[in-house]
């Protein structure tokens, strides 16, 4: 007897005892059945809810706690992922489509443009580092902060005179924060710079931008101080992060220490209007005592 005709044989034996065998080769069917289907209430085209809308700090997914209570009182204090519950050793189906929905939101705001129209809609200068694209700007973060000859002429054109104050957009690693908060914040930095006497002009838009392109600016124009709004690197708690960094005499090579940082402008954190008083406060400030970054708090101590 050979081997096709012993499995064959052990085949009919098992099939006789009421169980298809599991060999190789094979059809299998499982003993255990497994999770069966159940009708729902939605139908084909229906939209499930949006788990992304849901409130972090109100989702609290713990099955039977000792105290419900404090720990909401807890959660209510940060957007951390606290009070995920669990399905045996893994995480719940809602708390794994919520940070599925947040790490897609923060790939998007990377990858994502500023709109064509932006600076046109908001009465910005429009001038584009030497980077050519999304994957140059993101692979080659030194040509975010320099600009080629056309851009800098066009910047030297539409700015003769240099401003005390230049108010810069840049949409940095987050689209979607400049969207959000950009427009809204610089309104209240320019009202609350004209109600100290502080004229502002004509403001600009920088498309791939990394910080130190504020740096440049200052070179070419000779302004006084470089105030920039650009979007953050966005994470799990929010896609729409928007800093300010505020630099004052802004040259190529000036230290990264030399700036004052407004972080964490965005609806979760800093509302773009208040980030924006806070921040025309802070202008006069520096102008006063011509120095920001760590110089500025040491001046404050003196």
Do not use: W
């Not at 690197?233 to 630099?247: A, E």
């Amino acid at each position: 007897m050979n081997k096709q005709e012993l499995s064959a044989m052990v085949a009919d034996i098992l099939k006789s005892m009421g169980k298809e065998p599991a060999v190789k080769g094979s059809e299998y069917y499982p003993s255990d059945p497994g999770p069966q289907m159940v009708d729902t209430h939605y139908q084909d085209g229906d939209f499930v809810e949006d788990v992304s809308a849901l409130d972090l700090r109100k989702l609290y997914l713990v099955d039977e706690p000792a105290d419900a209570e404090a720990f909401r009182k807890l959660k209510a204090r940060t957007p951390a992922r606290l009070g995920s519950g669990r399905a045996g050793p893994r995480y719940k189906t809602l708390t794994m489509l919520r940070f599925r929905a947040d790490h897609a939101a923060a790939q998007d705001a990377v990858f994502s443009q500023v709109p064509e129209d932006y600076a046109q809609k908001n009465g910005l200068i429009s001038l584009q580092t030497r980077c050519r694209s999304k994957d140059e700007y993101l692979t080659r973060p030194d040509l975010g902060r320099i600009f080629d000859e056309e851009n800098q002429k066009l910047l030297r054109s539409a700015i003769s005179k240099p401003p005390k104050v230049l108010l810069v957009v840049g949409d940095g690693l987050s689209s979607a924060a400049i969207m959000a908060n950009a427009t809204q914040c610089m309104a209240a930095i320019r009202d609350g710079l004209k109600a100290r006497g502080i004229e502002t002009g004509q403001g600009v838009f920088v498309r791939y931008c990394r910080v130190g392109a504020g740096d440049a600016i200052g070179d070419i124009t000779g302004c006084e101080l470089v105030c920039m709004l650009v979007g953050e690197r966005p994470g799990l708690v929010t896609d729409k992060s928007m800093s300010c960094y505020i630099t004052y005499q802004p040259r190529i090579g000036v230290s990264e220490s030399s700036r004052t940082v407004v972080s964490n402008i965005h609806a979760q954190g800093t509302p773009a209007v208040e980030a924006g008083a806070h921040v025309a406060e802070l202008i006069e400030k520096i102008l006063k005592h011509k120095v920001s970054g760590v110089g500025l708090h040491l001046e404050a101590q003196l």
